[in-house]
């Protein structure tokens, strides 16, 4: 269900790799011919142009691009060209950081990709940083938020689609205990969110919202301005249905007065390969217009190029 537009038929990367090179000579950096390359390799792809650019030319891609590039366009092409393992554990870092915190990415990055692939940012993260997600989620966070974040981070969730559903009952049935006795830190809503399967978790919602007459985020909207009850809601909406989740990121991040471009280049250049096509259904359906319309009008130049390239949209 990605949008990213990959050529039937690609060039080496030997070709991709020269040509790229070509765009950083002469007078100015040919940023046209950069999107027209990058903005239609899948990770692989992009993954060898790296290897065989450092080989013919001894220089690192990401670093000539940063140094070729600025501004918002050079975030989302080089956020974009980083591995997704690679990009996902510099931006949970980066949600550690003093001054980039982010309780909101860190749940993201836990709660939207496959065991597998959290699995590979810890590795990712480990070679990077030499130490691990896990001591840096707890380090830089407290109280509720730390005990929800580590084991989400450290979660290694079971894949398939095997459902128990005497244990979906009462599992539902605890956490509406829990949730009316206002304990939502409670350490038996903290397991049951940061271990059970996906398809585990929507079956014990599902029976939560049949058994008790309402859905669980709408128990968890008791008080509107907690920090933790947000971040708790985002937590189940991102595991159960993630297009909603990125739907309403980015439509806040568009309509918001300025930009958000730092959500929007993250949510394109995560997604663009995963679930793009969903989110953009989700996106036409909540706003009664297309995703590439409205960041069309809110951006500009080669970033608004290189955005509408990642999300499918015609020759972009």
């Not at 959290?118 to 070679?127: E, G, I, M, P, T």
């Not at 979906?168 to 605890?174: L, Q, V």
């Not at 939502?184 to 029976?207: F, P």
């Amino acid at each position: 269900m990605a949008s990213l537009k990959v050529p039937a038929s690609v060039p080496p990367p030997q070709e991709d790799a020269e040509q790229l090179n070509k765009a950083f000579k002469g007078w100015g950096t040919n940023e046209g011919l950069i999107i027209s390359i990058l903005a239609h390799r899948n990770a692989a792809q992009r993954n060898l142009i790296r290897q065989v650019y450092a080989e013919a030319y001894g220089q690192d891609l990401l670093k000539d691009l940063d140094k070729e590039l600025s501004n918002d366009f050079e975030r989302v092409v080089l956020v974009w060209t980083l591995d997704p393992a690679e990009r996902d554990a510099y931006l949970a870092n980066e949600a550690t950081k003093r001054f980039t915190s982010s309780n909101w990415v860190l749940m993201e990055i836990a709660c939207s990709r496959s065991s597998h692939d959290l699995f590979k940012v810890r590795q990712a993260y480990h070679a990077r940083y030499k130490k691990s997600l896990e001591e840096d989620v707890a380090y830089h966070t407290t109280g509720d938020f730390r005990k929800l974040l580590v084991p989400l981070v450290s979660a290694f969730r079971y894949e398939g689609e095997e459902v128990n559903t005497m244990l979906a009952k009462s599992e539902a049935k605890i956490l509406h205990e829990k949730i009316s006795d206002k304990a939502y830190s409670d350490d038996e809503i903290i397991r049951i969110l940061t271990t059970r399967s996906k398809a585990q978790l929507n079956a014990t919602l599902n029976h939560y919202n049949n058994a008790f007459g309402n859905a669980i985020n709408k128990n968890l909207k008791e008080d509107a301005d907690n920090e933790f009850l947000k971040l708790l809601r985002a937590t189940i909406k991102c595991l159960t249905y993630p297009e909603k989740y990125f739907e309403k990121l980015l439509r806040l991040a568009i309509k918001k007065i300025g930009t958000d471009e730092w959500a929007l280049t993250r949510v394109v250049a995560t997604r663009a390969e995963v679930d793009m096509e969903r989110i953009k259904e989700e996106y036409r359906r909540r706003n009664s217009v297309t995703l590439d319309h409205d960041i069309a009008g809110e951006t500009a130049g080669d970033y608004e190029r290189m955005l509408l390239a990642l999300i499918g949209h015609g020759d972009a």
